[in-house]
């Protein structure tokens, strides 16, 4: 299997475009001169960037050589890349530095916020959202099946999402010199089916599960243990369709 699926992963593109637009919503800029998009993927929150400032100099930045591809193709008018957020070290300074749904990979993540921070021009703006869900019943129903005998020793070595909490976040993010807002939102999610909220996660949050296993055939029974469980979680309602609630918190942070 391929480190990221950008098909699969924008197959809910607006809805996973829409925490971007309400992000950058709430950023107190009006004509940013230079922006970074940390964990750019296949752009889409790049393009929500570029209409919104046109004519800003964007970087999109990801690890991933299949989803920057994938993000060049938009035609975007931006820079694009290839460096693990781990370790990026920019060598010069920005505005706005933004992200939508990627600081969740990184660990530890304060020594990143000390990274954005340092590398903003006074007055500029860190923001960015992650998931949290670390109560939510898809990612109980992952830890629950992978801890599971025959499952268990499969999993003990894979990278794992980084629920914090937002007070884990803002103690942060307080002990450096910037201003904070935050806030969590929950989106509901209108599915067809609990088939599509397997979908919906593997394109994320279950892929390193999957990369995890031997092959196709253990990836598939994973699978379909895992859609049983949500089968029992996610109930249909009168209309026939699956309502998952996806909740995120966000970060908007003014530097002094």
Not at 101 to 107: L, N, P, V
Request: net charge negative; aromatic share 12%; glycine share 6%.
């Amino acid at each position: 299997m391929t480190n990221w699926n950008p098909s699969l992963y924008m197959k809910y593109g607006d809805a996973r475009t829409r925490p971007a637009w309400d992000l950058a919503a709430q950023i107190p800029l009006d004509s940013p001169g230079r922006i970074a998009d940390l964990g750019c993927g296949t752009g889409n929150s790049t393009e929500v960037l570029s209409e919104k400032w046109p004519g800003t100099d964007v970087v999109g930045i990801d690890s991933s050589p299949e989803m920057l591809d994938a993000a060049r193709r938009k035609g975007l008018d931006a820079t694009w890349l290839l460096q693990d957020l781990n370790t990026w070290s920019p060598d010069s300074k920005f505005d706005l530095i933004f992200s939508n749904a990627a600081f969740q990979w990184i660990h530890p993540v304060g020594v990143l916020l000390e990274t954005c921070v340092r590398s903003l021009n006074p007055g500029g703006v860190l923001a960015f959202q992650v998931p949290a869900n670390a109560n939510s019943l898809y990612y109980i129903s992952i830890l629950e099946l992978a801890a599971e005998p025959g499952w268990a020793e499969k999993f003990k070595d894979i990278p794992l999402l980084h629920c914090h909490s937002t007070r884990h976040y803002y103690d942060l993010l307080t002990a450096l010199p910037i201003a904070v807002q935050a806030w969590e939102t929950q989106y509901f999610h209108i599915m067809e089916s609990p088939v599509e909220i397997l979908e919906w996660i593997s394109g994320t949050g279950l892929r390193p599960y999957l990369q995890a296993l031997a092959d196709d055939g253990e990836r598939e029974t994973f699978k379909a243990l895992l859609l049983e469980k949500y089968r029992h979680a996610y109930p249909h309602s009168k209309d026939g369709k699956v309502l998952f609630p996806f909740n995120r918190q966000f970060f908007v942070a003014v530097k002094h």
